[in-house]
């Protein structure tokens, strides 16, 4: 079936579009995008992609696809390279605002290969914005894991669907996404060129990832964002060292180039402390949600035009509910910033008084909150399309919160242990075995498993402590440790001149008689 074919067959014919029709904005807007990229003017290129596709899209395409490619071909020379290009915003436009069919998913992934294949093994002399690479691996990820969510659901698939899933049987396969974003991280040789640029022997994070000599910035930086898609597809397959390998040579403390890119910088941020939570290593995960719910909090008034807002709307929410599990599981409110702490108090603050009781309605909200803010966990093998169909796109998010929950269920004896740790220096075995009603070999099992789950490895392999309290046993007697964070003059300082400049500039406006 032609591309042109299935174009009619998903806006039901019926609507009046017709994929060989080009408006005269479409045909001036592939002839100027055209031009620029040959251009390298990489500005226009930008505010094209993301002010005139988007303003084409709301206006002509609301509720229809673009025009075909081979309708627009004619008017860039067929030029093969930009039609790849155009196909790919195509297929963006389509899943954002319609429901591709099978036979659209697969192309759609051929299409990828073809743009990957010729970025690896072609000549490739285009300066892209960051935004639009950024968003070809966001796009490829997230059309993975709709394609694994879609063929999951067996049951309602029609003949002629079961036969295509058979026919095209390696379309979206998990080693082939893998295969490419590992192959684009490597031919890039992205992390060498990170390594040299924390010595001050390149230029990457300087310019942006652009290359102002004229070369080509898409194979670097699309090796780098690659990074960030195998993070995000690890997550997805419920393996977490994994992924979190994958982000070792991004330096995510410092400003880099996934920080420039509001979408990768969330999407980083999010995968890395769902990852570290899932590991136990709650601080990591806090520490970071608290930068970035803080840097959203006070920055997404700036964003609000962009297409990408309601996402990042999305995503801050599910990360204050992550925010709020780290916290229950590992008490560490002075890692929070105030506005992060006051916007978490507001959303969460009953929820997790009741997650502390640790009984069935304490669960209840463990997995609500889990639940909304995991990602949308996938099973990446191909169904045996013989035994009788049915539907199984939600075991892998199941076993993901089994595990969870299970972690949780064995935080409840620990919720006591800490009351009383709180409370007193130093206690004695016997003292605090009658406090919790057990014995003192059960305390004793009790207080080893505290220790346990209160330390974690982190990526160096060192093990850290998650505890906000530690003890130590000597002659039967229990010694508390109460740890004391350093305190943080500069952040104090700094919010207070803020706040003095504020009111420096209101006095400034103040006309006096």
């Given at each position: 079936?032609?591309?042109?074919?299935?174009?009619?067959?998903?806006?039901?014919?019926?609507?009046?579009?017709?994929?060989?029709?080009v408006?005269?904005?479409?045909?001036?807007?592939?002839?100027?995008?055209?031009?620029?990229?040959?251009?390298?003017?990489?500005?226009?290129?930008?505010?094209?992609?993301?002010?005139?596709?988007?303003?084409?899209?709301?206006?002509?395409?609301?509720e229809?696809?673009?025009?075909?490619?081979?309708a627009?071909?004619?008017?860039?020379?067929?030029?093969?390279?930009?039609?790849?290009?155009?196909?790919?915003?195509?297929?963006?436009?389509?899943?954002?605002?319609?429901?591709?069919?099978?036979k659209?998913?697969?192309?759609?992934?051929?299409?990828?290969?073809?743009?990957?294949?010729?970025?690896?093994?072609?000549?490739?002399?285009?300066?892209?914005?960051?935004?639009?690479?950024?968003?070809?691996?966001?796009?490829?990820?997230?059309?993975?894991?709709?394609f694994?969510?879609?063929?999951?659901?067996?049951k309602?698939?029609?003949?002629?669907?079961?036969?295509?899933?058979?026919?095209?049987?390696?379309?979206?396969?998990?080693?082939?996404?893998?295969?490419?974003?590992?192959?684009?991280?490597?031919?890039?040789?992205?992390?060498?060129?990170?390594?040299?640029?924390?010595?001050?022997?390149?230029?990457?994070?300087?310019?942006?990832?652009?290359?102002?000599?004229g070369?080509?910035?898409?194979?670097?930086?699309?090796?780098?964002?690659?990074?960030?898609?195998?993070?995000?597809?690890?997550?997805?397959?419920?393996?977490?060292?994994?992924?979190?390998?994958?982000?070792?040579p991004?330096?995510?403390?410092q400003?880099?180039?996934?920080?420039?890119?509001?979408?990768?910088?969330?999407?980083?941020?999010?995968?890395?402390?769902?990852?570290?939570?899932?590991?136990?290593?709650?601080?990591?995960?806090?520490?970071?949600?608290?930068?970035?719910?803080?840097?959203?909090?006070?920055?997404?008034?700036y964003?609000?035009?962009?297409?990408?807002?309601?996402?990042?709307l999305?995503?801050?929410?599910?990360?204050?509910?992550?925010?709020?599990?780290?916290?229950?599981?590992?008490?560490?409110?002075?890692?929070?910033?105030?506005?992060?702490?006051?916007q978490?108090?507001?959303?969460?603050?009953?929820?997790?008084?009741?997650?502390?009781?640790?009984?069935?309605?304490?669960?209840?909200?463990?997995?609500?909150?889990?639940?909304?803010?995991?990602?949308?966990?996938?099973?990446?093998?191909?169904?045996?399309?013989?035994?009788?169909?049915?539907?199984?796109?939600q075991?892998?998010?199941r076993?993901?919160?089994?595990?969870?929950?299970?972690e949780?269920?064995q935080?409840?004896?620990l919720?006591?242990?800490?009351?009383?740790?709180?409370?007193?220096?130093?206690?004695?075995?016997?003292?605090?075995?009658?406090?919790?009603?057990?014995?003192?070999?059960t305390?004793?099992?009790?207080?080893?498993?505290?220790?346990h789950?209160?330390?974690?490895?982190?990526?160096?392999?060192?093990?850290?402590?998650?505890a906000?309290?530690?003890?130590?046993?000597?002659?039967?007697?229990?010694?508390?440790?109460?740890?004391?964070?350093?305190?943080?003059?500069?952040?104090?300082?700094?919010?207070?001149?803020?706040?003095?400049?504020?009111?420096?500039?209101?006095?400034?406006?103040?006309?006096?008689?």
């Open positions: 079936m032609e591309i042109a074919e299935y174009e009619r067959e998903e806006s039901g014919g019926e609507s009046g579009y017709d994929p060989n029709m408006p005269d904005s479409v045909k001036s807007f592939v002839v100027h995008m055209y031009r620029h990229i040959r251009e390298k003017n990489v500005y226009e290129i930008h505010q094209m992609c993301e002010t005139s596709f988007q303003s084409i899209s709301e206006r002509l395409f609301k229809t696809p673009w025009p075909s490619v081979e627009i071909a004619p008017y860039v020379d067929n030029d093969h390279v930009f039609c790849l290009l155009y196909r790919e915003m195509w297929f963006r436009h389509l899943y954002a605002r319609l429901s591709p069919t099978l659209q998913r697969i192309d759609s992934y051929d299409n990828y290969c073809s743009l990957f294949q010729v970025v690896l093994h072609g000549v490739v002399n285009m300066q892209l914005p960051n935004q639009w690479l950024w968003d070809m691996v966001d796009e490829f990820v997230y059309q993975f894991q709709s694994c969510q879609f063929r999951a659901k067996l309602n698939k029609t003949e002629e669907e079961i036969a295509l899933l058979r026919q095209h049987d390696k379309a979206w396969n998990v080693y082939g996404v893998l295969n490419f974003l590992q192959a684009l991280v490597e031919k890039s040789c992205i992390i060498q060129i990170l390594e040299q640029d924390k010595h001050g022997l390149e230029q990457f994070t300087a310019t942006d990832g652009y290359d102002y000599s070369g080509s910035n898409v194979l670097k930086v699309l090796g780098y964002f690659s990074m960030v898609g195998l993070l995000r597809v690890h997550c997805l397959l419920g393996d977490y060292h994994t992924a979190l390998k994958w982000l070792q991004i330096d995510i403390t400003q880099g180039v996934y920080t420039s890119v509001i979408g990768c910088h969330i999407a980083t941020i999010y995968h890395y402390g769902f990852a570290n939570l899932m590991l136990r290593r709650y601080l990591d995960s806090v520490r970071e949600f608290n930068k970035i719910l803080l840097y959203i909090f006070k920055t997404k008034q964003h609000q035009k962009s297409p990408q807002y309601e996402q990042l999305k995503k801050n929410e599910q990360m204050y509910a992550l925010l709020a599990l780290c916290l229950s599981l590992c008490p560490q409110p002075k890692l929070v910033d105030d506005s992060v702490s006051s978490l108090r507001d959303k969460y603050g009953e929820k997790m008084m009741r997650m502390l009781r640790y009984d069935d309605e304490a669960f209840g909200i463990y997995d609500e909150l889990f639940s909304y803010a995991c990602p949308k966990f996938i099973t990446p093998s191909p169904p045996c399309l013989e035994e009788p169909l049915v539907n199984y796109n075991d892998a998010y076993l993901q919160l089994k595990m969870f929950l299970y949780v269920k935080q409840q004896l919720s006591g242990v800490r009351t009383f740790l709180k409370v007193y220096s130093s206690i004695s075995l016997a003292k605090l075995a009658n406090y919790m009603e057990v014995d003192e070999p305390l004793r099992t009790i207080l080893l498993t505290y220790k789950k209160t330390h974690a490895v982190d990526s160096d392999g060192r093990i850290i402590s998650n906000d309290i530690d003890f130590y046993i000597n002659n039967d007697m229990i010694y508390v440790v109460e740890s004391k964070p350093a305190k943080r003059y500069g952040d104090f300082f700094l919010r207070q001149i803020a706040k003095l400049e504020g009111v420096i500039n209101d006095m400034d406006r103040v006309k006096l008689e």
